[in-house]
């Protein structure tokens, strides 16, 4: 059973206060990094005027990225699909010879 335990994270100076699954702490931490890691690549290399411009610019990155890796995803779920059909006719044409 999944129980539920108060964390604190830390995003662009600022501190969140968020319930989470014991399991997935390790992954919040971890997304907090590297949305920083990011606000801080992206404040290097970008105007802005302030944060929320830099958030806006994380936000759209990370969820470009996770539409291409859905994408991806479907694409080879689909080539799976398509090879094992394949291979079932095949097992099944070899079973009708026997």
Known sequence: MATNQNISVSIAGRPYRM????EE???VRRAS????RTIIKYSKSFEYKDNQDLFAMVALQH?????RLEEEKSYREKEMEK????IDSLLTS???KI
């Open 19 to 22: 319930a989470v699954n014991r």
């Open 25 to 27: 702490e390790e992954t």
């Open 33 to 36: 990094e590297i949305v920083n």
């Open 63 to 67: 969820v470009a990225e996770s539409i």
């Open 83 to 86: 090879k094992l059909m394949e």
């Open 94 to 96: 070899h079973v009708e």
